[in-house]
């Protein structure tokens, strides 16, 4: 490797580390795994999608259930409470516009 590219990926590295520590307080298991500029969240995909409350809670104790505990079995069963309750409102909703 040249110099000039171990100097890149030093400032890749310091980069990298830098960003991370924007998000110190977020617990890994809401951030993804990427290599891409930046990190993501599991928020802003929430947000991207301009998810309801419920399913905001479906999509981030999905992305983190196999990252917070032993076994993903909890997350995904609040997962599923909160479909429940997106149908739920959903099927309320439909009554009220039916009448």
């Known amino acids: 490797?040249?110099?000039?590219?171990?100097?890149?990926d030093q400032a890749n590295i310091q980069w990298h580390k830098n960003e991370l520590k924007r998000y110190e307080n977020v617990p890994d298991?809401?951030?993804?795994d990427t290599h891409r500029e930046?990190?993501?969240?599991?928020?802003?995909?929430v947000e991207d999608?301009?998810?309801t409350w419920?399913?905001?809670?479906v999509v981030t104790?999905?992305?983190r259930s196999s990252r917070k505990h032993e076994s993903p079995i909890e997350c995904l069963q609040k997962s599923i409470n909160h479909l429940k309750f997106e149908i739920e409102r959903l099927e309320k909703l439909n009554k009220k516009k039916k009448k």
């Open 54 to 57: 419920n399913i905001g809670n």
């Open 49 to 51: 999608f301009n998810c």
């Open 29 to 32: 298991y809401y951030v993804g």
């Open 1 to 8: 490797m040249s110099k000039k590219s171990d100097q890149l």
């Open 61 to 63: 104790y999905c992305l």
């Open 38 to 45: 930046g990190y993501y969240q599991a928020r802003y995909v």
